[in-house]
């Protein structure tokens, strides 16, 4: 049993096995990123940088991992858009910095939807685990708007160039079996096998050789840290001077009426990811 020390949307459990694990515990809202979640974030990944213990693992509860940014906090606000959207990504590049910077090793574990800033959080694991049915999609031209939350960084170095401008051009959808082949995770797993596989893989790693560990992933991530957080200032700039403009609200709108509301017999949660960037 781990003990919770944290509170909603996000979560800290320390595991007796010293693996910390960040949730994101939001699954009405299918963890979507408004400023709330944002800054809750933020806030645990700091805490969490304080004491990592041996290993972090970033999971979620819920059907989804992250939808990415909640359109419904986006939209509406007119001259206020981009300033409302900067402060968002900026809170989660907070925390993107934070755990890419984590000594330990970060295991992340995908179930349902990764979308908009949810492949950001998906990505700046060390080991990426995703079961066969998640769903990786960018998603962000159909709204107008570019990556955050480091997709746009993270997605050449595991892809390659040619792969990235797939993803973020033309939103492809991947399945956790595809997101394995393309690189853009470790391995995928049987939906019924992912929590105790992503759990098992942290725990092994949090009783390892310490210093080894910690040296290795120094080694993989040298000289990194800084090139990270100029590219994430970067994004936040783009994507909040792009939410500013007329051609990125009015596709939010479209995009909240054609899919703000479930299909025939679809549920509430369908409809939560469907006000997202999924």
């Given at each position: 049993?781990?003990?919770?020390?944290?509170?909603?949307?996000?979560?800290?459990?320390?595991?007796?096995?010293?693996?910390?694990?960040?949730?994101?515990?939001?699954?009405?809202?299918?963890?979507?990123?408004?400023?709330?979640?944002?800054?809750?974030?933020?806030?645990t990944?700091?805490?969490?940088?304080a004491?990592?213990?041996?290993?972090?693992?970033?999971?979620?509860?819920?059907?989804?991992?992250?939808?990415?940014?909640?359109?419904?906090?986006?939209?509406?606000r007119?001259?206020?858009?981009?300033?409302?959207?900067?402060?968002?990504?900026?809170?989660?590049?907070?925390?993107?910095?934070?755990?890419?910077?984590?000594?330990?090793?970060?295991?992340?574990?995908?179930?349902?939807a990764?979308?908009?800033?949810?492949?950001g959080?998906?990505?700046?694991?060390?080991?990426?685990l995703?079961?066969?049915?998640?769903?990786?999609?960018?998603?962000?031209?159909?709204?107008?708007?570019?990556?955050?939350?480091?997709?746009?960084?993270?997605?050449?170095?595991?892809?390659?160039?040619?792969?990235?401008?797939d993803?973020?051009?033309?939103?492809?959808?991947?399945?956790?079996?595809?997101?394995?082949?393309?690189?853009?995770?470790?391995?995928?797993?049987?939906d019924?096998?992912?929590?105790?596989?992503?759990?098992?893989?942290?725990?092994?790693?949090?009783?390892?050789?310490?210093?080894?560990?910690?040296?290795?992933?120094?080694?993989l991530?040298?000289?990194?840290?800084?090139?990270?957080?100029?590219?994430?200032?970067?994004?936040?700039?783009?994507?909040?001077?792009?939410?500013?403009?007329?051609?990125?609200?009015?596709?939010?709108?479209?995009?909240?009426?054609?899919?703000?509301?479930?299909?025939?017999?679809?549920?509430?949660?369908?409809?939560?990811?469907?006000?997202?960037?999924?």
């Amino acid at each position: 049993m781990g003990l919770s020390v944290s509170t909603e949307p996000v979560r800290i459990v320390r595991h007796p096995d010293r693996v910390v694990e960040l949730r994101l515990d939001d699954p009405g809202r299918g963890n979507a990123l408004d400023l709330r979640t944002a800054e809750a974030l933020r806030d645990t990944a700091c805490e969490v940088a304080a004491d990592p213990g041996g290993a972090v693992l970033l999971r979620a509860t819920g059907s989804s991992f992250c939808v990415g940014g909640d359109l419904r906090a986006f939209a509406g606000r007119g001259a206020e858009t981009g300033a409302y959207v900067h402060a968002v990504a900026s809170a989660a590049h907070t925390a993107i910095q934070a755990l890419y910077e984590l000594p330990v090793p970060v295991v992340t574990a995908v179930r349902g939807a990764a979308a908009g800033g949810g492949i950001g959080l998906a990505l700046v694991g060390d080991i990426a685990l995703a079961a066969r049915s998640a769903r990786f999609r960018l998603a962000y031209t159909a709204i107008g708007l570019t990556p955050d939350c480091g997709a746009s960084w993270f997605l050449p170095r595991l892809v390659g160039p040619r792969r990235s401008a797939d993803l973020i051009l033309t939103n492809r959808l991947l399945t956790g079996d595809d997101a394995e082949r393309w690189g853009l995770v470790s391995r995928s797993v049987g939906d019924e096998e992912l929590d105790d596989a992503a759990l098992q893989t942290a725990a092994e790693l949090a009783t390892g050789a310490t210093d080894a560990l910690r040296a290795a992933k120094g080694l993989l991530r040298a000289d990194t840290s800084d090139e990270l957080r100029g590219h994430l200032a970067e994004e936040a700039r783009l994507i909040a001077a792009l939410a500013d403009s007329r051609e990125a609200q009015e596709l939010m709108a479209s995009f909240l009426a054609a899919r703000g509301r479930p299909k025939a017999g679809g549920s509430r949660s369908e409809a939560r990811e469907a006000e997202s960037v999924s």
